[in-house]
């Protein structure tokens, strides 16, 4: 759609809501000027009354025509949101593009980046965030340290939970010989296949702790060790 | 306009009555409690703003979920995503993304206050989620029809609508028994992760619902028009959520002829 058009119909639509509004203001201040006296009224009232009568103000840009009292937010233009969505299409393209030439870890990671780009140009843009009150803003980047708080203690709680003792299956201190608070069964047990039999992995609870000890490389070795600490059984 | 009209006038009366404390505008569509207009645009969308925060850490809990159990069961993962359509789910993006657009359209054109512009980006906005939800019913279904369900449900075929279990198919179950161990944990948040999502869009189709009807009413102008800001934000919530959906379920270690399978 073209600017021209755009100009047309926002003139037309104005017109339309502003003659209800002064029909209506009309009204309110015949009633208003009996209870009370005129030099009451905020200036800001006043102007807004102004402006509500003046049917050629501001057609060429969008500050809204009202007092410092109105609400002031950015309005974009089509080009500067087409241009957003072409970028997240091109992205989209981009991360399945990329997700086909093998990385190895680095997959994961390019990933997330793309996607994260993405969001920053939805926040940005699309959510107004550019314009918009800054505290807006600090809400959204506040939820987002809490999320990285979040994955960073879980992580780093089951990702060390194993390499505290590689040799005896994170059950105990390496130095100490104590058990190792949050000591755990590893649910990476090998299965006889897939499927429905996986409801049986419920675990013969007495045994597997001696079982895990008697194999001490069986867990560490599933979690990524080095293929030749040992075989598996 | 004269029923309107006449409850602004009861507005402001009761003002007057109440020691005369409110001057000025008191429009129908701003609350008694807020001084002015830009003074209650503003707590909404910080209001707003705090429960999109809200709402990030709601689904980061999944996404912490799915961290470690990729990190266990990486292999497993792989090819459970290599179980997903990615064309339907790339498909899926565009259209949601496309939402996104009209819907921060929809705001614009009611900042300028036409309203049929509005109703126009809000239907469109309206038919994308529903195009999503199609394609996502496809996909389940498909998901169903090879017993590829979360949890203790995997493994068998099962009827989407009846969930009962559909008559043995020896192709499926030769082609399950390829899949990894573990391969359920990726269905179990598969389906967790987009069901959550697809709840979103519902409530989210519901709500455009209610704002056009209000857009239509005559209830938006260039000097409010909050409410449909407000359903906007919540709606690129929605797509951000899909923005890390969409790779880390179906595009992980994409091998394009098919090594695994």
């Known amino acids: 759609m073209s600017e021209k058009d755009d100009e047309k119909e926002k003139s037309s639509a104005e017109e339309e809501s502003e003659e209800e509004e002064s029909e209506k203001d009309d009204s309110e201040s015949e009633e208003e000027s009996e209870k009370e006296p005129e030099s009451e009224k905020p200036k800001a009232k006043a102007a807004a009354k102004k402006d509500d009568h003046d049917h050629d103000h501001d057609h060429d840009h969008g500050d809204l025509p ?37 990385l190895g870890k680095a997959n994961l ?86 499927g429905a039999e996986n409801k049986g992995e419920t675990k013969p609870a007495p045994t597997t702790t001696a079982t895990a000890s008697a194999q001490p490389t069986r867990d560490s070795e599933k979690l990524g060790a080095p293929a030749g600490s040992a075989p598996p059984k | 306009m004269t029923e309107a009209a006449a409850h602004a006038d009861d507005h402001d009366h009761a003002h007057d009555e109440h020691g005369g404390e409110h001057h000025g505008d008191h429009p129908k569509w701003l609350q008694h409690h807020w001084d002015t207009p830009a003074q209650q645009f503003d707590a909404a969308k910080i209001g707003m703003w705090a429960f999109l925060g ?34 339907m789910g790339a498909a899926n993006t565009c259209v949601l993304l496309f939402s996104s657009l009209t819907a921060a359209l929809s705001v614009r054109a009611s900042q300028l206050g036409k309203k049929s512009e509005t109703t126009i980006w809000i239907l469109l906005t309206i038919a994308c989620a529903f195009i999503f939800l199609i394609v996502k019913y496809f996909e389940y279904h498909a998901k169903f029809d090879h017993g590829l369900l979360p949890g203790s449900f995997f493994g068998t075929p099962r ?92 595009l992980i270690d994409y091998v394009p002829h098919g090594g695994h399978h």
């Open chain 1, 66 to 102: 009202y007092g410092a009292d109105e609400v002031h937010a950015h309005i974009g233009s089509y080009k500067a949101y087409g241009a957003v969505f072409m970028a997240l299409i091109f992205f989209t393209v981009l991360t399945v593009g990329v997700a086909s030439i093998h």
């Open chain 1, 109 to 194: 990671a390019v990933a997330v980046i793309i996607a994260s780009v993405k969001a920053a140009l939805v926040c940005t843009f699309f959510m107004h965030l550019k314009d918009d009150n800054k505290f807006n803003s600090l809400i959204l980047i506040a939820a987002v340290t809490f999320i990285g708080v979040f994955f960073a203690l879980t992580i780093n709680d089951v990702a060390y939970r194993e390499k505290l003792d590689p040799q005896s299956g994170n059950r105990m201190f390496l130095q100490s010989g104590d058990k190792a608070p949050g000591s755990w069964e590893n649910p990476i047990k090998k299965e006889e296949g897939p």
């Open chain 2, 54 to 87: 809200q709402e990030l850490l709601f689904f980061s809990g999944l996404f912490v979920a799915y961290a470690i159990y990729r990190t266990w069961f990486g292999e497993a993962f792989a090819a459970g995503s290599h179980q997903l359509d990615r064309t």
């Open chain 2, 159 to 250: 009827d989407m609508l009846s969930f009962s279990p559909l008559p043995p198919d020896p192709k499926v179950a030769e082609h399950l028994q390829e899949l990894p161990d573990h391969t359920h944990v990726f269905f179990s948040l598969y389906f967790v992760m987009t069901g959550l999502h697809a709840i979103h869009v519902i409530i989210g189709i519901g709500v455009w619902v209610w704002i056009l009807k209000r857009n239509l009413r005559g209830d938006f102008s260039k000097r409010y028009f909050t409410p449909v800001d407000i359903t906007a934000l919540y709606w690129h919530l929605v797509d951000l959520v899909w923005i890390y959906l969409f790779p880390l379920l179906y």
